[in-house]
């Protein structure tokens, strides 16, 4: 354990990983809560909790995200507009895609225009709006000037599901598919690229969406066995967890992996991987192999979804691991360290 | 509406009120979740939201707050305890009084001794298993340095309660007793001291604490009407808003507020009254009148309540005002503006 904490620790992967299971897995997973059969707790570290209401077939589903983001405002999105869609994203590839209320959590200095906040406000109505959900509640603090750098924004969320309806980050299966909902890379690079003030002649920008409409097309489609968001990590973080949480292996063609090329080209300048950044409006699902094609279709039927790809399968081999195929050769795809990632959000 | 977020903003009353209610309310409260029979949707202002489940006669419950506390580690607790007791509490005086499962959403800086973290979230379990609720989901960023100073901790909580059963602050009818459920100011006035390093020659402690159970004990005793925890802004502006939610007035006794005598030396020299800073494990009550004495009883029965006391009584005239009796002759006892208060929380 670390004596102080660094920026690695918030960046997904393993370092943070590795935090919250010292400070808080060890120590709150003992509660009681998930203990009930379906009850997902702490200690899965999954996109949220889940809690099975007792003598019905219903579970309440809660997740929470703090949104840091610098600038706040970016190509394709602003923290508002990313605080609600991170937090009704991860209750969607929890299963609940039609979220029952967010709260609205700021932290905000002396001194904010509140033009700023009005902008940022207004663009959580028009994310929330788009998601079908309702903000509910809400909490405001100031800290004095010079205390904070920005904005804090928490957006807790929670929704009821059909306990049976529940799809955790670790179902997956040797066999099923390993399905993307598009492109990877474009949140964390257009960021940077935006933060770096270079000009990439290009159009760069963030994918910042909710998906819960997208994660409904999926699951209506076919049987998905597993889901999770890539976000701080990004997809090579994504994938190492998913095997590992189901102690599978998981086979990823390389190629079949969509990025975009304005993308692709910036991250080389940056020196940033597309695999290794987050995503702010994508999904990986794990889909029983019968369903592949299908739950492909439904998803490339949706615009957020245009660019669904197949891009490998579970395997039994190399449990906990994550096998990429160049093209050229096998290598393992390894989890960024964190380390390497200046902070995103 | 003014053109920069100031600390009054941050100070409860009807600075943050009006902030609120420009930036949250006029835009999010046309949600459709306010409409549903026994919802309190945002625009009700509550300690929290309720969202009666469909085909059920249960509700979902929902109450969030972001602490940040100079100094984190203070007489009588520290920001760990706070963030679990504040939201167990604003989720209590909905009527939640076994909660379900809390949220931990850390921010910190780099560079803050993982030592110091391990304290608060410790802290946070103690008062977790104190108030019997799990915290079952997470998230964790790293600012860099210089972009915060201390510690965020949004807790979100979450719990289960017939429709039927849940208070709201908005309750009182004229005749109802008001009853305080202990001494007023302690947590302000602590955390001041503390911060002016001055030496009262007395033990100056918040009143910090999980108050959920107490409120069973108050709700199993009698008819309770409406209930509100009086944080920021003190029990004067817990009054005000149920008063003016309810169209009531209030009669309140200046000499039946109980105020622990240190705490009321120290708020002198310091300049702060007792009744216009934060309290951190109070409940206000409204109680039918046949039903006081029996709901006063089973306060003092339990150590949190062993100072509770009938303060005053629902009146129709003067609504929406406090009317203070000071023994000498009656004053309103208005809100305190925000202005003159330090930042606590
Ligand atoms: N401070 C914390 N206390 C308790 N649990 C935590 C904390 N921080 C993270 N976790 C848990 O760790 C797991 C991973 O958290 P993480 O924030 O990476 O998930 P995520 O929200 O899906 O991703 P992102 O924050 O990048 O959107 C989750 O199960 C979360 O509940
Ligand atoms: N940023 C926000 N967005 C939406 N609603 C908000 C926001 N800030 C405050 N509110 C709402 O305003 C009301 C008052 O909030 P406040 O935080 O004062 O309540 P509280 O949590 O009971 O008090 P405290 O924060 O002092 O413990 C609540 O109904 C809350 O939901
Ligand atoms: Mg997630
Ligand atoms: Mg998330
Ligand atoms: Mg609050
Ligand atoms: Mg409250
Ligand atoms: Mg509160
Ligand atoms: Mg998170």
Redesign the interface.
């Known amino acids: ?7 690695a ?3 997904g992967g393993e370092a ?1 990983r590795s ?2 299971d ?3 897995v060890s ?2 997973a003992d ?4 203990d009930t059969a379906g009850a997902v ?2 200690a899965a570290l999954d996109d ?2 889940v ?1 099975p ?1 007792p003598g ?1 077939d ?1 579970s ?1 589903v ?7 983001v610098t600038p706040p405002t970016f190509p394709g999105g602003d923290i508002g507009r990313l605080s609600v869609a991170g937090t009704v994203n991860d209750l969607a590839v929890m299963g609940v895609t039609d979220p ?2 967010l ?13 700023e ?2 902008r940022f ?2 663009s ?2 028009e994310s ?1 709006v788009e998601a079908g959900v ?11 000037a ?5 904005i ?1 924004l ?1 957006t ?1 969320g ?1 929704g ?1 599901i059909p306990t049976s309806e529940v799809v955790t980050g670790a179902g997956l299966s040797p066999g099923d598919a390993i399905v993307l909902s598009g492109t990877v890379g474009d949140h964390g690079i257009a960021l940077l690229a935006e933060r770096e003030g270079f000009d990439f002649g290009a159009n760069l920008e963030s994918d910042v969406a909710p998906i819960n409409g997208l994660v409904a097309a999926a699951t209506d489609a076919g049987r998905v066995t597993a889901m999770t968001d890539p976000t701080r990590g990004g997809l090579a973080t994504a994938l190492n967890e998913m095997a590992e949480k189901a102690g599978v292996g998981l086979e990823i063609e390389e190629q079949a992996i969509p990025v975009d090329d304005a993308i692709a080209s910036a991250g080389e300048v940056l020196g940033i991987d597309p695999l290794s950044v987050a995503n702010e409006g994508k999904v990986v699902f794990g889909v029983h192999s019968d369903d592949a094609d299908s739950v492909l279709a439904a998803l490339r039927e949706q615009p957020l979804g245009s660019n669904a790809a197949i891009i490998g399968q579970v395997i039994s081999d190399h449990p906990g691991r994550v096998v990429l195929d160049t093209g050229f050769g096998n290598r393992y795809l390894s989890e960024p360290t964190g380390e390497a990632l200046p ?1 995103i ?1």
């Open positions: 354990q670390d004596d102080v904490v660094t920026l620790h918030g960046a943070m935090l919250v010292t400070l808080a120590r709150f509660g009681s809560s998930a707790g702490l949220g909790s809690h209401l019905t219903i309440i809660l997740t929470t995200d703090s949104h840091i029952l209320a709260t609205c959590g700021l932290v905000v200095e002396e001194g904010t225009p509140t033009a906040l009005d406000l207004e959580m109505r929330a309702d903000i509910t509640t809400g909490d405001t603090k100031v800290m004095g010079g205390e904070l750098d920005g804090v928490n807790t929670v009821t902070r959000c």
